[in-house]
């Protein structure tokens, strides 16, 4: 009777194991097109109304890993209008929109909370649909995956339940 018992704990440990290699299953909450629409709007200039002279990439850089005044952020510093310019030096840092920090900040939070977030820098002229399409490229470059549900302004996930933050490939 010894044999049955080990095989069951075998077995059991077996698929636990498996379970766990699968890692989360994540649910899928923006589209391809939201995700797109919004990686566009994040790196060109006059993507946001806030923003006609620039783009999110300016600041955030086009890796959005933000800004800590290092050698080699893209775009550099002193390609940027001396009003950006001046802003990021006075500041110091600009906050990052991917990884391990950002997750930090943001894991617990909504998606609705990212999505106001984007709307209060993206100035009150901004059209809803493109804070909707940023917040949808945060997420996806967090490792959020895309399918067949739209993000809208009304959803209220938590991000680290849709995106595990780690950087998705591109």
């Known amino acids: 009777m010894a044999f049955p018992r080990n ?7 077996s698929g636990f194991t498996v379970l766990l290699a699968q890692g989360p299953n ?9 995700a797109e629409a919004g990686r ?3 790196q060109d200039k006059g993507g946001t109304s806030a923003t006609k002279d620039a783009a999110c990439a300016y600041c955030h850089t086009v890796a959005l890993m933000g800004r800590t ?11 940027l209008e001396p009003a950006l310019q001046r802003t ?7 906050p990052p929109l ?6 930090t900040v943001w ?16 100035g009150p002229d901004e059209p809803e649909e493109t804070s909707v399409n940023l917040a949808a490229y945060i997420l996806q470059v967090n ?6 549900q739209p993000l809208t302004a009304a959803s209220a996930i938590e991000i680290r339940s849709v995106a595990p933050g780690t950087a998705a490939q591109r």
């Open 143 to 148: 490792g959020a995956k895309s399918g067949t």
């Open 26 to 34: 994540l649910t899928s909450v923006v589209t391809p097109a939201q």
């Open 69 to 79: 005044g290092a050698p080699g952020e893209l775009p550099e510093l002193g390609s």
């Open 88 to 94: 990021i030096q006075n500041d110091g840092s600009i």
């Open 98 to 103: 991917a990884g391990p920090k950002f997750m």
């Open 40 to 42: 566009k709007a994040f």
């Open 7 to 13: 095989l069951f704990a075998v077995v059991t440990a």
């Open 107 to 122: 894991g617990a939070r909504t998606t609705h909370d990212l999505i106001d977030r984007i709307k209060l820098a993206a």
